[in-house]
DNA sequence: ATCATATGTTGCAGTCAACAACAAATCTCG
DNA sequence: CGAGATTTGTTGTTGACTGCAACATATGAT
């Protein structure tokens, strides 16, 4: 099972190694002897074997500005191992090629009008996806091994989306929720990566919500926040279920539905204030519930539910108050993603790095 | 951060191979070599080794039945590595030592009459606490780095247990929660070790959930099953929320309580049967939130959840149909555990053996 | 009784990481 | 401006571990 041995050694140090340069930018060959507990004689050895491979470039002759030799600075090679990420909603699919340390080489994005996303596949991807070491997909909704069971937004059910994609494309794909992409991306490259725990809520036409424990996503998949029951026997959902959150928050479908409400409320609009007053007050009942089983220190509201906590941070926080214990609710940060509509993307892709380094072990 | 050498090759090895016998039972030096992915050579190095540490002891001889030169067997020695175990309820304080292999050395068990269970450790233990390589305390409540952040069964709120542990008795103690521990337990020498996310409910005087994905516990701490809001502005809870799971199902404290309730229900008595079906019905649609938060495969009632289960399954059943999607339903299996009152004791030492196991490493 | 089979043992080779001594390149202080 | 201090990269050596292959051992089957 460990398949542990002298060889398997060397591959996992050059895999930490290069995930240590993917997470953590350019770094001296001192600060990874530091950051990888190797001797300096091993990190030299790795770092050259790297650079042989095209994976690592090294510049040196780096003024330091301290005393001391000036450092060769390795960094990685964006092209030496791309990632293929694409982010499916219901209108339009948003691509992006991300090389190995993160940069961004491609991007593109086409909208559907009501054509199916994986027939946009081939043409938003330009055929770079074949090149790239993964192909990763980010769809809102519930998603097991491969299959979309379940997405309010894009009205699937029980969708084997991986198997669409290969027969789409001709490579395998992975997929993955748009929240907990999210999560991923606002951890390795946005402002939360001190969370331990760290809870992404996705508003698009359905709500779902992603968890991230230390950087990881536990396997089992997204949280359907949208179908938490907040009212026993209230509204029918389209689930089939009675008083989901999506079907009690019938206030708000969509983005440009939120940006009307904010902009009446702020007009005073009083059925609008009142109507993002209840949203919020069903929304903090549902995160309580979800709090409680989950535990986590840091909640991002992300999509349009973003608006929302915007302009309805109080009541959202006093209905949490209402349905969390005290010591769950004072480790818990209430905050917006710094990546934007970003997040689901570039944690696509980093979810994509995190396969293509594993496998380098 | 990672230390790979080759000094620690061979470690990683070494605890691979203890864990094996640990969890697996004693096995032959072939069984090993396939279970570890490791030459026979390497695993016969590590298996003397381990045997002069005295932590493995090898039989040799045994006939196989088939063809072949016997195997010689490896398997734990007990008394080379023992963990202490307590699980800590309202009324009692139970003890257990147990060896390396899982067998159970010592068992003791205390009566408390109101005493601080603290103060009863040095007796149930008999001093032999100190001699073990690890120590873990199992609380029902929220626990999070050895405090125990809330406690319906023992009163408690923020009290340092780790710390009055390790004062009480002069070593270092993890603590755990009750329910987490189960979970371990069922997982690791129980029946449920194909489930993949493992949900465990424990009633108690309060009532706890844990959750074991792939046999090991997410950090983070248990879920407060108990304060699931089910009736947002319901009765007053003693945690100071409204409407919690613990407040509505007011008609059950305790094993005694649901058992007379069982045996009126039985005998035709209408109330108690309404009792327990709306019991049932509480406890169903609190697992429904606790379940889409979650997305567990397998759900273990414990302590008297476990007689409120059986005689109540139907509504139970009907209130999880009612707030969870139909697909993380379908995956489900609702059972009851089968080690009794043990799984958290056992859990408990298990708890411990892992990180002994990881500090081999 | 002999062969096939399965397993443990031994010696050898390959590889890798730590260590130490040395070289290189910069800064600082007199 | 120069010598020492400082930090970092390089090289050769050493110790250790694992894989491999050949051999030894013990049993069942024919």
Request: hydrophobic letters at 40%; proline letters at 3%.
């Amino acid at each position: 099972m460990a398949r542990t041995g002298t060889e398997e050694l060397r591959r996992r140090n050059r895999a930490a190694l290069v995930e240590q340069l993917h997470r953590h930018g350019p770094q001296t060959r001192a600060e990874l002897t530091e950051a990888l507990g190797l001797n300096r004689s091993t990190i030299g050895a790795l770092a050259a074997d790297l650079a042989e491979a095209g994976y690592v470039q090294e510049t040196t002759g780096r003024s330091t500005g301290s005393a001391g030799r000036p450092s060769t600075l390795a960094e990685c090679v964006p092209k030496a191992a791309t990632v293929t990420a694409v982010e499916i909603r219901v209108d339009r699919v948003r691509f992006a090629l991300v090389g190995l340390g993160g940069e961004v080489l491609e991007r593109a994005e086409t909208a559907l009008d009501g054509a199916d996303p994986v027939d946009a596949i081939e043409v938003v991807t330009g055929g770079t996806a074949r090149d790239a070491l993964e192909a990763v997909a980010a769809v809102p909704g519930l998603v097991d091994a491969g299959e979309v069971a379940h997405s309010t937004e894009l009205g699937w059910a029980g969708r084997d989306l991986a198997g669409d994609l290969a027969s789409a494309t001709g490579r395998e794909w992975q997929v993955v929720d748009t929240a907990t992409a999210a999560a991923v991306g606002e951890w390795s490259r946005g402002d939360a990566h001190e969370a331990t725990k760290l809870l992404y809520l996705h508003g698009g036409r359905g709500l779902t919500a992603g968890l991230v424990v230390d950087g990881l996503a536990p396997r089992g998949g997204s949280i359907q926040l949208g179908h938490i029951v907040v009212q026993p026997g209230g509204r029918e959902c389209a689930c089939g279920l009675r008083g989901c959150l999506e079907a009690e928050m019938e206030v708000f479908g969509y983005a440009e539905d939120i940006e009307y409400a904010t902009l009446a409320a702020g007009m005073g609009d009083a059925a609008a204030r009142d109507g993002l007053r209840r949203s919020g007050e069903d929304l903090g009942r549902a995160l309580g519930a979800v709090v409680t089983a989950t535990g986590p220190d840091e909640i991002l509201f992300g999509g349009w539910l973003r608006e929302l906590y915007l302009s309805a941070a109080a009541p959202v926080r006093s209905a949490l108050a209402e349905t969390t214990l005290p010591h769950l609710r004072s480790r818990l940060r209430l905050r917006t993603p710094v990546l934007g509509d970003e997040g689901a993307l570039i944690g696509a892709a980093e979810t994509g790095f995190a396969t293509v380094v594993d496998r380098m072990r």
